[in-house]
């Protein structure tokens, strides 16, 4: 009987499509019942080395393949426990992700509202706000630091400049004249006008009937007119090339001289009264008078008045004319201002403008020879303002109340301020920037009102006439030095030298 047995069990360990039922568990078989146990293997995933995962344990068939040698390849596991790492990706973060990226290159139209609307879906649904959330792509501001927190590289990187790096933002300006000369007998008129500053550095001053000429560079004085006792010399105005001076006087009359040969060459007469202002454009000179006419001469021709403006009621205190010739401003003591077009360019006397904002005499006019259509104006006593025109479109730019009497008024190119000369009350000259008309400085000195002011060719000094009888020189608006010398150093370059 023992030997049938043994006999038995022998046939059965040689029969190899039978299971050993009292070997060990291979090695497949414990990896898969491990991971069944923990619960964290797939559904879709087989780990055993045969095709059918749900095949009996118990069959007689050994397996065809050795264990964990599957040439197919296996899914990687989704969930943690798997043979790598793998950052979970749920459906939820992908869509939102998907939304966000989608969303920055969508415009947004949202109202408040919407966005309040919005806001609510978002914690109701996701637990937070879509728009906050950072997936994908950073939003939202930085935290801030805790409190008592400091950075100690901010110490390095927030130092303040030195000194010497520091830009300059003002330039140095004396306080007191640069020089002051006697002019005697100058008339404390408001409507004249007595001082005009040459292209060759000459000055013209009137002291009652004589006509004095300064040198600027040597400082040489020559009596240039001298009119019988009972006239007066009324304005002066040197042409734009400085050899010619024009002189109107209290008789009505207008003189034009030659100042290298001290030769007067015409006396125009045409006016009814005293001429009180003169102006050049080329050849032509413009005079106003008491009668409120202006008048145009041609002083080439014999017959030399060619035109006349009618518009003022009363004498013309202010005349000039614009840089490039195409406008002529005049102002009077109708409290008006026109603006009248080119007599060469157009016959007819009605004017382009008239201006009517100011509520006293005009006799402060300039041109702004940097924007050839913008006019400065300057009212009297019961006016103290300064406006600015744009002659082109007729609109005021800009007004300013001066509180005192504006009697003249000049650009100064340099570093593009306007100059203003009052009387009463505080006999000052007062430097305005451009186009903001914030004060500047203010020039103090004179002990009656500044009747007119004149500036040099340079554009570095003003002159101021005033009812004290004194001539004052203002170094006032000097080039620096530094950026003289860079601009001279750049005309002189190769690339600005013409070609010869």
């Known amino acids: 009987m023992s030997q049938f047995m043994f ?57 065809g393949k050795t264990p964990g040698k599957n040439t197919k390849a296996q899914n990687t596991p989704s969930k943690a ?26 415009p947004c139209h949202t109202t408040p509202t919407e966005k309040d609307h919005r806001k609510a879906w978002s914690m109701n649904l996701n637990g937070y706000d879509i728009d906050e959330a950072k997936i994908v792509h950073l939003v939202g501001k930085p935290l801030n630091a805790p409190e008592g927190y400091q950075n100690n590289l901010k110490v390095i990187y927030s130092q303040k400049t030195t000194p010497v790096s520091t830009k300059k933002t003002t330039r140095y300006m004396s306080s007191v004249p640069d020089k002051i000369l006697d002019a005697p007998e100058i008339r404390n008129d408001f409507y004249l006008n007595l001082i005009d500053w040459s292209s060759q550095n000459h000055v013209a001053v009137a002291l009652h009937n004589n006509v004095y000429l300064w040198n600027a560079a040597t400082g040489d004085i020559v009596l240039l007119i001298q009119v019988e006792s009972e006239e007066h010399i009324s304005s002066v105005s040197w042409i734009k090339e400085g050899n010619f001076l024009a002189v109107g006087a209290s008789d009505a009359k207008v003189q034009l001289w030659d100042v290298e040969s001290q030769k007067r060459l015409r006396n125009m007469a045409s ?47 202010g005349l000039k004319w614009s840089p490039d010739g195409k406008y002529l401003a ?86 593009k301020e306007l100059v203003s000369g009052h009387g009463y009350a505080q006999n000052q000259l007062v ?27 340079d554009g570095s000094t003003i002159v101021s006439a005033a009812a004290d009888e004194t001539l004052r020189f203002w170094k006032c608006c000097a080039v620096d030095p530094a950026k003289k010398e860079r601009t001279a150093t750049k005309s002189t370059s190769i690339i600005h030298q013409g070609i010869r």
């Open 431 to 457: 430097l305005w920037k451009y186009p903001s008309m914030v004060k500047v400085a203010e020039l103090r000195g004179h002990q009656g009102r500044v009747l007119n002011l004149a500036l040099s060719p």
């Open 271 to 317: 006016h009814t009264s005293r001429v009180a202002s003169l102006s050049w454009n080329n050849h032509v000179l413009s005079s106003g008078a008491r009668s409120g006419h202006i008048h145009h001469h041609d002083v080439r021709v014999a017959e030399h008045h060619i035109a006349t403006l009618s518009g003022h009621s009363q004498e013309v205190c």
């Open 81 to 106: 426990g798997g043979d790598r790492y793998i950052p979970i990706r749920n459906k939820q973060q992908l869509e939102v992700a998907s939304f966000l990226i989608s969303k920055e290159n969508a």
């Open 330 to 415: 005049s102002g009077a003591n109708d409290n008006l201002v026109y603006v009248w077009p080119n007599v060469q360019e157009s016959r007819d006397s009605t004017p382009v403008h008239c201006f009517t904002q100011h509520q006293g005499a005009v006799k402060a006019l300039a041109w702004c020879p940097w924007q050839t259509n913008i006019l400065a104006s300057g009212g009297g006593t019961s006016d103290r303002h300064i406006r600015i025109w744009n002659v082109s479109s007729g609109s005021c730019l800009s007004s300013l109340d001066t509180e005192s009497q504006v009697c003249s008024l000049v650009f100064a190119p340099n570093h």
């Open 7 to 63: 006999e038995n069990d022998l046939e059965k360990v040689l029969k190899l499509d039978m299971p050993i039922t009292n070997a060990p568990m291979p090695r497949w078989q414990r990896k898969a019942s491990s991971l069944s146990g923990s619960g964290l293997t797939s559904a879709n995933t087989s780990l055993t080395p045969m095709k059918a995962g749900n095949k009996s344990l118990s069959t007689s068939k050994t397996p």
